[in-house]
């Protein structure tokens, strides 16, 4: 029987979960330092003496990262070796062993070891190296001082992205590649519990005296490992009809990240599949394919490194603008590849399980300053109808008058484009007037493609707490309402919705901004308790855009239940109800 391919997938993702949201929260820290009082006079000075303060926070941070981390590690690697010793029982029909009553040997302890130590090394590397990185910002930023502040912003930006990109540490293997952080991390404890597995196959063969083995076969396989499927091998190279094992890993078999095992070969009983040549072309192709999917998750990842260390508006719009543009080639690659599964965890920065107690400082869910805003709803009296066109408003007094706290920026604005933000703003407060107070909203106003992206409707922006509107994508109501009908169709986005949700969606980001978006999780976990309906299944009920991250979950649900506020059998309206936001 061949060991499992997905052998403790859960703990590798974990690993890789861990350290991806260790990376994120730590490139948040230096973002932070190197931004406040960056007006301020003597900031230079005042940065250069936060140093030991960075350091001291940056290893709380790794601290907690390893005491997640390691226990699991090592349960992990003593497991994968019990599990390789029986799956060799179960190929000759052996009793399986007790888990517990298998005796782990001491190179497998050593290989236990070396594993928690190369993951702490990495510890001083990411120490050493952000420090340096701090000093180059805050180096980079100063020789431009006496060009202004704006300067020092713009040289302490290029600084803050070029670390962003690079990472919180980079790490060079054998074969001379470069691994950020979180992906390191994953492939080390990887590829040291496949090898514990596969050591503890052999070694169990090895005592009951078989000496072939067979490696297993694998969609999608790498140029390294396809000369290898299905080859018959010897363990201890002394069969003159079989290679040896040693040649084939000489020659790369089990590589980092390798997926491909082993299992008993018994001549005459054994059957051994050889590929078709159509089989093998499908499958340099598919390899080829899911090189893409990696290299666009790596690419979503670092435009959203560069959006969270943003210094200033302009900076977080371009970076929002290229995750959007890598986002959309995903899923291009995906539709055109059904067996691709789309991996949004690879996708994030920072993910839903988070590092539990990393940041005392976090509050867990607390409930936003009230904003004053009109007590009591004003029913709108303008119209997102086309029967309207010639009536001049006088938007600008009447969004000050009825909404005071949003800025909202009417100039270069047309009569429809007022009209939508109006109505939708009109639509939250008849649900209920409290929404609105809760939000981090701020502004809303026009922007183009440079922004936002030449396929993009509108965006929030959490820096700054604005809403920014596509003038063109946005500009008239034939094309809106014909473009969003057809991504209703298509279930894009929800269903009994009308193009005054692209509006509504956006201000639910503020909202969700507004509980430290803590809303979705917590939805989400009341829903499963009561065995409701599963996340994967919620999300994909409400839309396909839903499915893109937990932000998106929460604004496409908010948008659904603003228009149906009474319809519980939509997914959306009843993720919504099942937040404390309405209780």
């Known amino acids: 029987m061949a060991i499992s391919t997905e052998i403790n997938k859960q703990l590798v993702q974990d690993v890789f979960r861990t350290y991806n949201d260790a990376e994120s929260i730590m490139l948040e820290k230096v973002m932070k330092r190197v931004k406040r009082g ?21 290893e709380r941070t790794l601290l907690r990262t390893e005491e997640l981390t390691n226990g699991k590690i090592h349960d992990s690697i003593i497991k994968a070796y019990q599990q390789g010793v029986n799956s060799a029982n179960l190929d000759y029909n052996e009793l399986p062993q007790i888990l517990k009553d298998i005796k782990i040997p001491a190179n497998i ?70 691994w950020q952080l979180a992906s390191y991390v994953e492939m080390a404890t990887r590829t040291t519990i496949a090898k514990a597995a596969i050591q503890g196959h052999i070694d169990r063969q090895v005592e009951i005296g078989r000496d072939l083995v067979m490696i297993s076969d694998h969609d999608n396989e790498c140029p390294i490992c396809r000369p290898w499927e299905n080859a018959v091998l010897s363990i201890s190279g002394n069969d003159p009809n079989y290679p040896s094992l040693q040649s084939a890993i000489d020659a790369g078999l089990f590589h980092p990240n390798c997926k491909h095992t082993l299992t008993g070969y018994i001549p005459g009983l054994s059957k051994v599949v050889k590929k078709t040549p159509a089989q093998n072309e499908r499958d340099q192709q598919g390899y080829l394919d899911t090189q893409e999917q990696r290299y666009n998750e790596r690419m979503i990842r670092k435009w959203k490194k560069r959006e969270q260390v943003a210094l200033t508006d302009q900076a977080q719009f371009a970076s929002a603008g290229k995750v959007k543009q890598w986002q959309s080639k ?19 920065i920072r993910n839903r399980q ?73 639509d939250i407060n008849d649900v209920d007037p409290s929404i609105l107070r809760n939000a981090s909203l701020k502004k809303i106003a026009l922007s183009d493609s440079g922004t936002l992206g030449a396929d993009t409707y509108a965006g929030y922006f959490h820096k700054s707490q604005s809403i920014y509107i596509h003038k063109e994508n946005m500009g008239s109501y034939d094309t809106l309402k014909r473009s969003y009908a057809s991504d209703v169709a298509s279930k894009f986005h929800p269903q009994n919705t009308d193009y005054t949700s692209l509006m509504i969606h956006e201000i639910g980001h503020s909202v969700d901004d507004g509980y430290k978006y803590s809303l979705v999780n917590e939805g989400i976990g009341n829903l499963s308790k009561n065995k409701a309906i599963s996340s994967t299944e919620l999300k994909k009920s409400i839309s396909k855009y839903a499915t893109e991250n937990d932000k998106e979950t929460f604004a496409e649900a908010f948008a659904q239940y603003i228009q149906n506020p009474n319809n519980d059998s939509l997914a959306g309206t009843k993720l919504i109800k099942s937040t404390k936001m309405f209780k």
């Open 330 to 348: 995903q899923r291009d690659l995906i539709n055109r590849n059904p067996e691709l599964r789309r991996k949004y965890d690879r996708e994030s």
């Open 109 to 178: 302890q050593r290989l236990v070891l070396e594993q928690q130590n190369l993951v702490k090394g990495t510890h001083f590397n990411i120490l050493r190296t952000t420090e340096d990185a701090y000093r180059d910002i805050i180096g980079e930023a100063s020789r431009g001082t006496g060009l202004g502040v704006e300067t020092r912003k713009q040289a302490a930006q290029h600084a803050l992205n070029r670390f962003a990109d690079k990472g919180i540490g980079q790490f060079v293997d054998k074969a001379g590649r470069v």
């Open 354 to 426: 988070g590092i539990k107690g990393v940041e005392k400082s976090i509050p867990k869910i607390i409930k936003p300053p009230v904003t004053p805003i009109a007590p009591t709803p004003v029913k709108h009296v303008l119209s997102t109808d086309p029967e309207y066109p010639d009536k001049k408003w006088k938007y600008s007094k009447q969004f000050k008058e009825e909404f005071p706290g949003i800025n909202v920026e009417t100039d270069g604005m047309n009569d429809f484009q007022a009209s939508l933000v109006y109505k939708a703003l009109n």
């Open 38 to 58: 960056v007006q301020q006079e003597g900031w230079t000075e005042i940065k250069y003496n936060d140093m030991v303060s960075l350091r001291q926070d940056l």
